[in-house]
Protein backbone atom coordinates (compact mmCIF):
# COMPACT_ATOMS: atom_id res chain seq x y z
CA UNK A 1 0.00 0.00 0.00
CA UNK A 2 1.44 3.39 -1.26
CA UNK A 3 0.09 6.01 2.01
CA UNK A 4 -0.14 9.11 0.47
CA UNK A 5 -3.22 10.70 3.10
CA UNK A 6 -0.37 13.11 5.13
CA UNK A 7 3.10 12.96 6.46
CA UNK A 8 1.70 11.64 9.27
CA UNK A 9 2.19 8.68 8.05
CA UNK A 10 5.81 8.99 8.27
CA UNK A 11 6.93 6.19 11.16
CA UNK A 12 10.25 6.80 13.19
CA UNK A 13 13.42 6.12 11.63
CA UNK A 14 15.52 3.31 13.21
CA UNK A 15 17.56 6.36 14.78
CA UNK A 16 14.97 7.48 16.56
CA UNK A 17 13.87 4.07 18.06
CA UNK A 18 17.49 3.64 19.42
CA UNK A 19 17.55 6.90 21.06
CA UNK A 20 13.81 6.40 22.72
CA UNK A 21 15.23 3.07 24.02
CA UNK A 22 18.43 5.02 25.55
CA UNK A 23 16.63 8.21 27.05
CA UNK A 24 17.18 9.10 30.09
CA UNK A 25 13.85 9.71 31.83
CA UNK A 26 12.89 11.88 34.32
CA UNK A 27 10.17 14.09 35.90
CA UNK A 28 9.26 16.82 33.07
CA UNK A 29 7.10 19.01 35.96
CA UNK A 30 10.85 19.61 37.47
CA UNK A 31 12.89 19.76 34.96
CA UNK A 32 14.58 16.52 35.30
CA UNK A 33 14.03 15.12 31.71
CA UNK A 34 17.53 15.39 30.33
CA UNK A 35 16.34 14.59 26.90
CA UNK A 36 12.96 17.16 27.27
CA UNK A 37 15.34 19.80 28.17
CA UNK A 38 17.61 19.77 25.52
CA UNK A 39 15.28 19.08 22.65
CA UNK A 40 13.21 22.29 24.28
CA UNK A 41 16.70 23.99 24.36
CA UNK A 42 17.50 23.14 20.31
CA UNK A 43 14.03 23.89 19.71
CA UNK A 44 14.40 27.89 21.03
CA UNK A 45 17.46 28.37 19.28
CA UNK A 46 16.77 27.00 16.00
CA UNK A 47 13.38 29.25 16.15
CA UNK A 48 15.55 32.11 17.18
CA UNK A 49 13.56 32.25 20.68
CA UNK A 50 14.84 32.43 24.11
CA UNK A 51 13.03 29.50 25.35
CA UNK A 52 10.36 26.68 24.18
CA UNK A 53 8.24 24.37 25.74
CA UNK A 54 7.37 20.83 24.51
CA UNK A 55 3.07 20.24 23.98
CA UNK A 56 1.78 16.37 23.05
CA UNK A 57 0.36 18.21 20.07
CA UNK A 58 0.56 20.99 17.82
CA UNK A 59 -3.23 21.55 18.01
CA UNK A 60 -2.56 21.98 21.68
CA UNK A 61 0.71 23.89 21.08
CA UNK A 62 -1.45 26.50 19.27
CA UNK A 63 -4.34 25.90 21.98
CA UNK A 64 -1.80 27.12 24.17
CA UNK A 65 -0.31 30.37 22.83
CA UNK A 66 -4.13 31.53 22.18
CA UNK A 67 -4.83 31.33 25.87
CA UNK A 68 -1.62 32.80 26.53
CA UNK A 69 -2.11 35.72 24.36
CA UNK A 70 -6.11 36.41 24.80
CA UNK A 71 -8.75 36.62 27.27
CA UNK A 72 -12.70 34.78 26.56
CA UNK A 73 -14.00 37.38 24.07
CA UNK A 74 -10.91 38.47 22.38
CA UNK A 75 -11.15 38.68 18.64
CA UNK A 76 -8.21 36.64 16.56
CA UNK A 77 -7.65 37.48 13.23
CA UNK A 78 -7.03 33.94 10.95
CA UNK A 79 -7.02 33.43 7.61
CA UNK A 80 -10.49 31.64 6.81
CA UNK A 81 -9.37 28.47 5.83
CA UNK A 82 -6.11 27.77 8.49
CA UNK A 83 -5.50 25.10 10.08
CA UNK A 84 -6.76 26.94 13.58
CA UNK A 85 -9.84 27.60 12.29
CA UNK A 86 -10.94 24.32 10.00
CA UNK A 87 -9.15 21.16 11.90
CA UNK A 88 -8.74 21.95 15.33
CA UNK A 89 -12.14 21.57 16.77
CA UNK A 90 -12.99 24.77 16.85
CA UNK A 91 -11.13 24.78 20.30
CA UNK A 92 -10.74 28.43 19.23
CA UNK A 93 -14.07 29.12 20.12
CA UNK A 94 -15.45 26.24 22.07
CA UNK A 95 -12.20 26.19 24.74
CA UNK A 96 -10.65 29.89 24.35
CA UNK A 97 -13.97 31.60 24.66
CA UNK A 98 -12.49 33.83 21.41
CA UNK A 99 -14.14 35.20 18.91
CA UNK A 100 -12.56 33.69 15.01
CA UNK A 101 -11.97 37.44 12.64
CA UNK A 102 -11.43 35.17 9.41
CA UNK A 103 -9.84 37.30 6.51
CA UNK A 104 -9.75 35.36 3.17
CA UNK A 105 -6.64 34.77 1.17
CA UNK A 106 -6.46 32.86 -2.14
CA UNK A 107 -3.43 30.72 -1.93
CA UNK A 108 -3.17 31.08 2.37
CA UNK A 109 -1.20 34.13 2.05
CA UNK A 110 -3.00 36.94 3.49
CA UNK A 111 -2.81 40.45 2.43
CA UNK A 112 -1.18 42.52 4.75
CA UNK A 113 -3.15 45.76 4.03
CA UNK A 114 -6.27 43.19 4.57
CA UNK A 115 -5.11 41.49 7.64
CA UNK A 116 -4.75 45.23 9.57
CA UNK A 117 -7.74 47.04 8.32
CA UNK A 118 -9.54 43.58 10.28
CA UNK A 119 -7.34 44.21 12.83
CA UNK A 120 -7.53 47.50 13.58
CA UNK A 121 -12.36 47.73 13.09
CA UNK A 122 -12.15 44.50 15.24
CA UNK A 123 -9.06 45.32 18.18
CA UNK A 124 -8.21 42.34 17.73
CA UNK A 125 -5.40 40.49 20.60
CA UNK A 126 -3.88 38.62 18.03
CA UNK A 127 -2.78 37.28 14.51
CA UNK A 128 -2.42 34.00 13.72
CA UNK A 129 -0.68 32.73 10.89
CA UNK A 130 0.32 29.51 9.41
CA UNK A 131 2.88 28.12 7.41
CA UNK A 132 2.93 26.00 5.18
CA UNK A 133 -1.32 26.13 5.13
CA UNK A 134 -2.36 23.29 4.26
CA UNK A 135 -5.42 23.74 2.96
CA UNK A 136 -4.09 25.87 0.26
CA UNK A 137 -1.63 22.76 -0.61
CA UNK A 138 1.11 23.55 1.52
CA UNK A 139 1.79 27.12 0.46
CA UNK A 140 4.86 29.10 2.21
CA UNK A 141 4.96 32.64 3.75
CA UNK A 142 7.72 34.48 2.85
CA UNK A 143 9.93 35.81 5.45
CA UNK A 144 9.18 39.26 3.86
CA UNK A 145 5.67 38.73 4.17
CA UNK A 146 5.83 37.66 7.98
CA UNK A 147 7.60 40.77 8.60
CA UNK A 148 4.94 42.70 6.99
CA UNK A 149 1.87 40.88 8.18
CA UNK A 150 3.79 40.95 11.68
CA UNK A 151 4.50 44.91 11.64
CA UNK A 152 0.32 45.70 10.47
CA UNK A 153 -0.50 43.89 13.70
CA UNK A 154 2.27 45.51 16.02
CA UNK A 155 0.81 48.85 14.83
CA UNK A 156 -2.65 48.14 16.92
CA UNK A 157 -1.01 46.48 19.82
CA UNK A 158 -1.97 43.02 18.63
CA UNK A 159 0.21 40.13 19.16
CA UNK A 160 1.40 37.30 16.54
CA UNK A 161 1.08 33.69 16.42
CA UNK A 162 2.83 30.97 14.39
CA UNK A 163 0.95 28.09 13.54
CA UNK A 164 4.24 26.34 12.04
CA UNK A 165 3.23 22.89 12.08
CA UNK A 166 5.71 22.58 8.70
CA UNK A 167 7.46 25.13 8.90
CA UNK A 168 10.43 23.28 8.76
CA UNK A 169 9.11 22.80 5.41
CA UNK A 170 8.65 26.37 4.71
CA UNK A 171 12.24 27.22 5.54
CA UNK A 172 13.54 24.42 3.39
CA UNK A 173 11.56 25.47 0.26
CA UNK A 174 12.15 28.88 0.87
CA UNK A 175 16.32 28.18 1.74
CA UNK A 176 16.37 30.46 4.71
CA UNK A 177 16.46 29.38 9.17
CA UNK A 178 13.74 28.47 10.73
CA UNK A 179 14.35 31.68 12.97
CA UNK A 180 14.24 34.30 10.26
CA UNK A 181 10.03 32.87 9.48
CA UNK A 182 9.41 32.73 13.39
CA UNK A 183 11.36 35.82 13.99
CA UNK A 184 9.00 38.35 13.66
CA UNK A 185 6.29 36.85 15.45
CA UNK A 186 5.53 36.59 19.48
CA UNK A 187 5.12 32.64 19.35
CA UNK A 188 5.48 29.65 17.14
CA UNK A 189 4.78 26.14 16.98
CA UNK A 190 6.87 23.37 15.44
CA UNK A 191 5.38 19.95 15.20
CA UNK A 192 7.65 17.40 15.50
CA UNK A 193 5.88 14.74 13.67
CA UNK A 194 4.61 15.06 10.05
CA UNK A 195 7.52 15.41 7.63
CA UNK A 196 10.37 15.14 10.67
CA UNK A 197 8.86 11.80 11.42
CA UNK A 198 8.85 11.78 15.43
CA UNK A 199 6.73 9.67 17.08
CA UNK A 200 4.11 12.45 18.49
CA UNK A 201 4.57 16.60 19.93
CA UNK A 202 5.64 20.05 19.11
CA UNK A 203 7.30 22.84 20.39
CA UNK A 204 5.87 26.36 21.38
CA UNK A 205 8.93 29.40 21.58
CA UNK A 206 8.41 32.93 22.53
CA UNK A 207 9.91 34.89 24.85
CA UNK A 208 10.47 33.83 28.37
CA UNK A 209 7.72 35.64 30.12
CA UNK A 210 5.34 34.61 26.64
CA UNK A 211 6.92 30.87 27.50
CA UNK A 212 6.16 31.00 31.37
CA UNK A 213 2.84 31.98 30.57
CA UNK A 214 1.96 29.33 28.26
CA UNK A 215 3.85 26.65 30.67
CA UNK A 216 1.08 27.63 32.95
CA UNK A 217 -1.48 27.31 30.21
CA UNK A 218 -0.12 23.68 29.21
CA UNK A 219 -0.10 22.71 32.59
CA UNK A 220 -3.83 23.60 33.23
CA UNK A 221 -4.57 21.72 29.89
CA UNK A 222 -2.76 18.57 31.15
CA UNK A 223 -0.08 18.75 28.66
CA UNK A 224 2.56 19.77 30.85
CA UNK A 225 2.48 16.64 33.46
CA UNK A 226 3.18 13.74 30.42
CA UNK A 227 4.76 11.55 32.43
CA UNK A 228 7.85 10.22 30.30
CA UNK A 229 8.08 12.50 27.85
CA UNK A 230 11.64 12.28 27.55
CA UNK A 231 10.67 9.23 25.22
CA UNK A 232 9.31 11.41 21.97
CA UNK A 233 11.47 14.34 23.10
CA UNK A 234 14.87 11.90 22.74
CA UNK A 235 13.22 11.22 19.25
CA UNK A 236 12.27 14.88 18.64
CA UNK A 237 15.78 15.69 18.69
CA UNK A 238 17.28 13.22 16.24
CA UNK A 239 14.05 14.75 14.04
CA UNK A 240 15.48 18.43 14.33
CA UNK A 241 18.97 16.97 14.09
CA UNK A 242 18.45 14.48 11.10
CA UNK A 243 15.22 15.55 8.97
CA UNK A 244 15.51 18.82 8.11
CA UNK A 245 17.12 18.88 5.22
CA UNK A 246 15.69 15.56 4.14
CA UNK A 247 12.56 17.38 3.40
CA UNK A 248 13.68 19.09 -0.38
CA UNK A 249 13.35 15.42 -1.40
CA UNK A 250 9.62 15.16 -0.28
CA UNK A 251 9.43 18.64 -2.46
CA UNK A 252 10.74 17.24 -5.33
CA UNK A 253 9.14 14.13 -5.35
CA UNK A 254 5.58 15.63 -4.45
CA UNK A 255 6.43 17.81 -7.78
CA UNK A 256 6.57 14.92 -9.74
CA UNK A 257 3.29 13.42 -8.55
CA UNK A 258 1.75 16.63 -9.64
CA UNK A 259 3.58 16.45 -13.53
CA UNK A 260 2.75 12.86 -13.65
CA UNK A 261 -1.14 13.72 -12.28
CA UNK A 262 -1.59 16.98 -14.44
CA UNK A 263 -1.16 14.67 -17.65
CA UNK A 264 -4.00 12.20 -16.41
CA UNK A 265 -7.68 13.29 -18.67
CA UNK A 266 -9.92 14.84 -16.28
CA UNK A 267 -7.54 15.36 -13.31
CA UNK A 268 -6.44 19.34 -12.96
CA UNK A 269 -4.19 20.85 -10.12
CA UNK A 270 -5.30 23.01 -7.72
CA UNK A 271 -2.20 24.26 -6.01
CA UNK A 272 0.41 25.15 -9.41
CA UNK A 273 2.80 25.27 -8.15
CA UNK A 274 3.23 22.54 -6.18
CA UNK A 275 5.97 24.74 -3.26
CA UNK A 276 6.32 21.99 -0.41
CA UNK A 277 4.81 18.16 -0.38
CA UNK A 278 1.01 18.64 -0.33
CA UNK A 279 -0.45 17.58 -4.13
CA UNK A 280 -4.36 18.77 -4.38
CA UNK A 281 -5.80 17.62 -7.29
CA UNK A 282 -9.29 19.23 -8.73
CA UNK A 283 -11.34 16.08 -10.14
CA UNK A 284 -14.59 17.72 -11.20
CA UNK A 285 -13.37 16.34 -14.90
CA UNK A 286 -13.81 12.71 -14.38
CA UNK A 287 -17.22 12.98 -13.68
CA UNK A 288 -16.21 10.91 -10.43
CA UNK A 289 -16.46 12.88 -6.70
CA UNK A 290 -13.50 12.82 -4.43
CA UNK A 291 -14.60 10.55 -2.19
CA UNK A 292 -15.92 7.84 -4.91
CA UNK A 293 -12.09 8.33 -6.17
CA UNK A 294 -10.50 7.97 -2.75
CA UNK A 295 -12.31 4.86 -1.86
CA UNK A 296 -11.34 3.26 -5.51
CA UNK A 297 -7.87 4.17 -5.40
CA UNK A 298 -7.68 2.34 -1.73
CA UNK A 299 -9.05 -0.79 -3.70
CA UNK A 300 -5.99 -0.29 -5.98
CA UNK A 301 -3.34 -0.20 -3.63
CA UNK A 302 -2.85 3.65 -2.93
CA UNK A 303 -4.10 5.72 0.10
CA UNK A 304 -5.13 9.63 -0.42
CA UNK A 305 -7.59 11.65 1.38
CA UNK A 306 -10.86 13.23 -0.27
CA UNK A 307 -10.50 17.06 0.98
CA UNK A 308 -13.87 18.37 -0.44
CA UNK A 309 -16.65 16.99 -2.99
CA UNK A 310 -14.49 17.77 -5.94
CA UNK A 311 -10.44 17.77 -4.33
CA UNK A 312 -7.98 14.90 -3.67
CA UNK A 313 -4.96 15.30 -1.69
CA UNK A 314 -1.49 13.60 -1.64
CA UNK A 315 0.91 13.88 0.49
CA UNK A 316 4.45 12.83 0.04
CA UNK A 317 6.73 11.91 2.90
CA UNK A 318 9.86 9.98 4.12
CA UNK A 319 8.51 6.74 3.40
CA UNK A 320 7.76 7.23 -0.24
CA UNK A 321 10.64 7.37 -3.34
CA UNK A 322 11.20 7.50 -6.39
CA UNK A 323 9.36 4.51 -7.56
CA UNK A 324 6.56 5.07 -5.08
CA UNK A 325 5.83 7.83 -7.16
CA UNK A 326 5.87 6.18 -10.56
CA UNK A 327 3.71 3.26 -9.25
CA UNK A 328 1.15 6.09 -7.65
CA UNK A 329 0.94 7.53 -10.99
CA UNK A 330 -0.04 4.90 -12.47
CA UNK A 331 -2.56 2.76 -10.46
CA UNK A 332 -4.25 6.66 -9.63
CA UNK A 333 -4.17 6.80 -14.03
CA UNK A 334 -5.96 3.15 -13.80
CA UNK A 335 -8.59 4.24 -11.63
CA UNK A 336 -9.61 7.58 -13.12
CA UNK A 337 -9.68 5.57 -16.67
CA UNK A 338 -12.09 2.92 -15.15
CA UNK A 339 -13.98 5.82 -13.89
CA UNK A 340 -14.47 8.46 -16.23
Do not use: Y
Amino acid sequence: MIDLRSDLCAVPTDAMWEAMRRAELGWPRFGEDVSLNLLCERGAALLGKPAAIWAPTCGMANLVALLTFCEPGDRVVLETSSHVLSSEGMAIAEIARLEPRPVLAPGGRPDPHAVEQEIGESRAALLVLENTHTRAGGTVLSAGLTEALAAAATRHGCRVHVDGARLANAAVALGVPLAELAGPADSVALSLNKGLSAPFGALLAGSDAVVGRATTILHRLGGATVHRAGIAAAAGLVALDTMVERLADDHRRARELAAQLSAIAGLALRNDPVETNIVLVDVTGTGADAATLVALLDEAGVRAMSFDPSTMRFVTHRLIGDDEIERAAGLIAGVVAAAT
